[in-house]
């Protein structure tokens, strides 16, 4: 947009745009890689009685720090990952999205260098460029695999301080094996530089997780959401783990009272009712191979996903021409800005039997 001459935006935002996916009324939305499912009434009753306890102090400012909440997150990650964190080993957040500006004011600014490897998690250099964060682009191969080699050789090059990478790897779904992030955590280490992994969909993946790594590197940060498989992305809850160093830097620019006294009693209720609120994890992933069967059925070809959505290709029409088709039909999915290519979030057996029926209505 043309900004008017009274305000003093900063000259590298004025050609941004912001950051968002269309919100459309009356149709299925299998575009933001939520979890389709509702909280179970049981875990809905639980958070509703927790919040009016704690609103009868809401004159009060919640605890800045989140302990409570952060103990039951280290809690959670230990009983995934047979790891031995405490709550001085995890930060809470608004969102991952918070919990990642929060990182580049830290460690970040126009001194530093950041580097990732696209496509991947558009927010990383959107945030980068926020911050004032030189952004150096790396590539992944025709397949949007990470070839570890060819990243470990932009690490040397370019001597980052912070280097992203995304597993499961959004838009494409595509992960990369706790062998070769060792290897990228060895190279950033050689550079001084932090390695920040964003495992936002990790659930939904078989791949051990890379909070593995931290005992044994000091550089290595996880950064995680409640938003997928806790289906709690209204709530907005992010986190990472990192060493206890890392989790003190967050502090110096941390806002302050930053996560509300009732988003963290619901998180905290969330994570004491984790069996419920997974529960459907196991058809989300069963009905991803489904999808991937219809897809294939149809002559499409799908990127091999370890998340809660499929890229797809292999249409003759244009991306925006078949996204369109999808929405006059009452299907909502996502272009993501590669062309040939759409995203289609894995939603409920309901919505996934009208996606594909779309789809068989529209390569008829």
């Known amino acids: 947009m043309s900004w008017p001459s009274w305000l003093p935006l900063r000259a590298d935002l004025q050609n941004l745009s912001p950051y968002g996916a269309p919100q459309i009324d009356g149709v299925i939305h299998l575009n933001t890689n939520e979890n389709p499912f509702p909280l179970p009434t049981e875990v809905a009753a639980a958070i509703t009685s927790r919040i009016s306890e704690v609103a009868k102090s809401l004159n009060r400012y919640p605890d800045r720090d989140a302990m409570a909440l952060r103990t039951k997150l280290a809690r959670y990650i230990n009983g995934l990952s047979h790891t031995s964190f405490t709550c001085d080993d995890i930060w809470a957040a608004n969102g991952s999205n918070e919990i990642l500006q929060t990182l580049l004011l830290a460690c970040g600014g126009?001194?530093?260098?950041?580097?990732?490897?696209?496509?991947?998690?558009?927010?990383?250099?959107?945030?980068?460029?926020?911050?004032?964060?030189?952004?150096?682009?790396?590539?992944?191969?025709?397949?949007?695999?990470?070839?570890?080699?060819?990243?470990?050789?932009?690490?040397?090059?370019?001597?980052?301080?912070?280097?992203?990478?995304?597993?499961?790897?959004?838009?494409?779904?595509?992960?990369?094996?706790?062998?070769?992030?060792?290897?990228?955590?060895?190279?950033?280490?050689?550079?001084?530089?932090?390695?920040?992994?964003?495992?936002?969909?990790?659930?939904?993946?078989?791949?051990?997780?890379?909070?593995?790594?931290?005992?044994?590197?000091?550089?290595?940060?996880?950064?995680?959401?409640?938003?997928?498989?806790?289906?709690?992305?209204?709530?907005?809850?992010?986190?990472l783990i990192a060493r206890p160093e890392l989790v003190h830097a967050m502090l110096i620019v941390r806002l302050p009272y930053h996560l509300s006294a009732i988003t963290q009693a619901a998180a905290e209720v969330a994570l004491e009712h984790q069996e419920q609120l997974q529960a459907e994890v196991q058809l989300l992933i069963s009905e991803r191979e489904r999808v991937v069967a219809g897809l294939l059925k149809a002559g499409l070809r799908t990127i091999p996903s370890s998340a809660n959505f499929l890229l797809f290709t292999g249409f003759p029409q244009s991306s925006a021409d078949l996204w369109q088709r999808f929405l006059d039909r009452g299907v909502l999915i996502r272009d993501v800005g590669l062309a040939g290519y759409l995203r289609v979030t894995i939603g409920s057996p309901e919505e996934n039997d009208q996606f594909l029926a779309v789809l068989e209505e529209i390569a008829a």
Request: charged share 20%; glycine share 4%.
């Open 110 to 239: 126009s001194a530093s260098l950041v580097l990732g490897f696209t496509p991947s998690y558009s927010v990383h250099p959107l945030i980068a460029q926020i911050t004032g964060t030189p952004w150096i682009q790396g590539n992944r191969t025709e397949d949007f695999e990470l070839d570890v080699e060819s990243a470990i050789t932009k690490i040397r090059e370019t001597s980052p301080k912070l280097v992203f990478v995304t597993t499961p790897n959004n838009p494409t779904g595509n992960l990369i094996p706790l062998s070769h992030l060792r290897k990228l955590a060895e190279s950033a280490a050689a550079e001084s530089a932090l390695l920040i992994i964003d495992e936002a969909y990790q659930e939904f993946s078989t791949e051990d997780s890379a909070v593995t790594l931290i005992s044994e590197f000091a550089n290595v940060v996880v950064t995680r959401t409640m938003s997928k498989a806790f289906a709690f992305a209204g709530a907005r809850v992010g986190y």
